[in-house]
């Protein structure tokens, strides 16, 4: 029984004690006292109702359900929930960490009457969003078969001092009852990094909201008054990065494991194409393997949005079936956004050709390890025009050759432009954006700059080096963007007819697939 159902059988009691003594003490009264009485009742009934009313206002504005100092958790039972294991697809190693969890629960439920175990008190998902960990907690809360608190860290932060901490215990003291009734009880808390961000200590001796929330959680989590074995397990979850979370949230007694969910592998991406596929009408044919490979570095969620964008498109076209063509459409969709309507002149148009054109043989002869996907000069919302690549392998570790390939792709239209025309347009404000970027890494950060320099030196304040070591750095950086630029115009010049004949082609069709790119280079 919920406390809602609680609090009225308990009123429904207590009114039924108050009516039996009103009237056994009315017996007892002479005629004149009675009819005093039965004239007063109009005006004490409203005098007490009235009065009741108030006391409810304000009990639930500060302590009372849905009030202030209270927090209202959602009660998610696992029947409500259903989700399983089997349902997560495309994360098997976080699954197999958290079915690990679930057995441990379902150990501790089984070995009642037995000497007790300590078990693990919290659980911590790491990732990036979109990657299935409300998923994954859906997942757990199903399996385990256990009352399951859903709550936000935006739940606990208000501008009234000291009410974070107050919901902290609200929502233990909950869990409790829970786990008293049930044996155990599992806590998730989204967001975690909104209440668990590093505590900062200010003149007024860290009394900050934020700092008062997060210790009340630590006491609760493994403090002087917690059970040597507790039956509550905090499962958190946080697309922030660890290091911003307060050291002692993450120390053993109170998050006890992390589970690092990724973005899903070529094999999960698969995975979850037949997934979503096979709850939309689809094509029987539909190359999977292709599909996902193009769909490098896409979420759970971003792959279930390309194939319900795919089945609107299809709708659309009033097809029966979701076709391929309807998924990479739909991924170009999501990734590019809608074609712009408006037309270009042929000025314009033929030097955003030669742009994208040194962009191609770039990456056609520098960057081999990409599959160029498609090359287009239609004129969109977010870009003039593309040049889509996709990795042949999952590259993990990138070295130097990597990212002088890269940077020399992205110079590649500056430089064709450079060789046809001789200046340069606004189109390479963002190639030169992540040129650069890349160049300063490399001399920065990973040590890769011709002077030798070793270290990461943005790890450190600015104003901790010296103008002079700046400059030598700055150099190094200046002269990778040099040594790629001129790479790049030694071979748009020693292959100038390809150029041209790429441009050319680019203008007429405005795009170029796989197979017309492989007739070009044959």
């Not at 919290?122 to 859906?138: I, N, S, V, W």
């Not at 002149?345 to 390890?369: N, Q, S, T, V």
């Not at 007429?508 to 017309?516: H, K, S, V």
Request: charged residues 25%.
């Amino acid at each position: 029984m919920n406390r809602s159902k609680q609090l009225i059988v308990f009123f429904i009691i207590i009114g039924l004690i108050l009516l039996i003594g009103i009237w056994i003490g009315y017996q007892f009264l002479d005629p004149f006292n009675r009819d005093i009485i039965i004239a007063t009742i109009p005006f004490d009934m409203t005098f007490y109702l009235v009065s009741t009313f108030l006391f409810v206002i304000f009990n639930r504005i500060f302590h009372g359900l849905g009030g202030l100092g209270f927090i209202e958790a959602k009660l998610v039972q696992a029947r409500d929930v259903n989700v399983h294991f089997t349902d997560v697809i495309g994360i098997d190693e976080a699954v197999e960490e958290a079915q690990e969890v679930v057995q441990m629960v379902r150990d501790r439920m089984a070995a009642r009457g037995k000497p007790k175990k300590r078990m693990i008190r919290g659980l911590l998902m790491l990732g990036p969003p979109g990657c299935g960990k409300t998923l994954l907690a859906k997942a757990m809360a199903t399996e385990a078969g256990l009352p399951f608190l859903a709550l936000s860290g935006s739940d606990f932060v208000e501008k009234w001092y000291s009410l974070g901490a107050a919901r902290i215990r609200g929502a233990f003291k909950e869990a409790k009852r829970l786990a008293e009734q049930k044996g155990a009880c599992v806590i998730f808390i989204d967001e975690l990094d909104v209440i668990g961000r590093m505590r900062t200590f200010s003149g007024r001796g860290g009394e900050e909201e934020t700092n008062r929330t997060l210790t009340q959680l630590l006491v609760e989590k493994d403090g002087l008054n917690a059970r040597e074995v507790s039956n509550i397990i905090v499962v958190g979850a946080t697309n922030a990065s660890e290091d911003i979370l307060d050291k002692a949230l993450l120390r053993p007694g109170r998050f006890d494991r992390k589970i690092y969910i990724d973005q899903p592998s070529r094999e999960g991406r698969e995975q979850l194409l037949r997934h979503f596929l096979a709850q939309v009408l689809s094509a029987p044919d539909i190359d999977m393997a292709s599909l996902a490979k193009i769909t490098w570095g896409k979420s759970a969620s971003d792959i279930e949005n390309i194939v319900r964008e795919a089945a609107l498109i299809a709708a659309k076209e009033n097809k029966a079936k979701v076709e391929f063509p309807d998924l990479i459409a739909a991924l170009e969709r999501l990734d590019l956004g809608l074609k712009g309507m408006g037309s270009m002149g042929d000025e314009d148009k033929l030097r955003l050709a030669y742009h994208e054109a040194g962009h191609l043989l770039a990456a056609r002869y520098f960057d081999p390890e990409q599959e160029i996907v498609r090359v287009s000069i239609k004129p969109r919302k977010r870009k003039f025009s593309v040049v889509q690549q996709v990795p042949r392998e999952e590259l993990y570790i990138r070295n130097r050759d990597v990212f002088m390939n890269q940077i020399k792709m992205r110079l590649a239209g500056f430089v064709a432009e450079k060789v046809v025309y001789g200046s340069s347009s606004e189109l390479t404000r963002d190639d030169f954006k992540e040129a650069t970027g890349l160049a300063r890494d490399m001399v920065w950060v990973y040590g890769m700059g011709l002077s030798g320099y070793v270290g990461n030196y943005l790890a450190i304040s600015i104003d901790d080096i010296s103008d002079t070591f700046k400059q030598h750095l700055n150099n190094d950086s200046e002269a990778i963007i040099r040594q790629c630029s001129d790479s790049v115009e030694e071979l748009l010049t020693r292959n100038r007819p390809k150029l041209d004949a790429v441009a050319k082609q680019l203008v007429d069709t405005e795009e170029l697939g796989p197979a017309d790119i492989q007739a070009i280079f044959a």
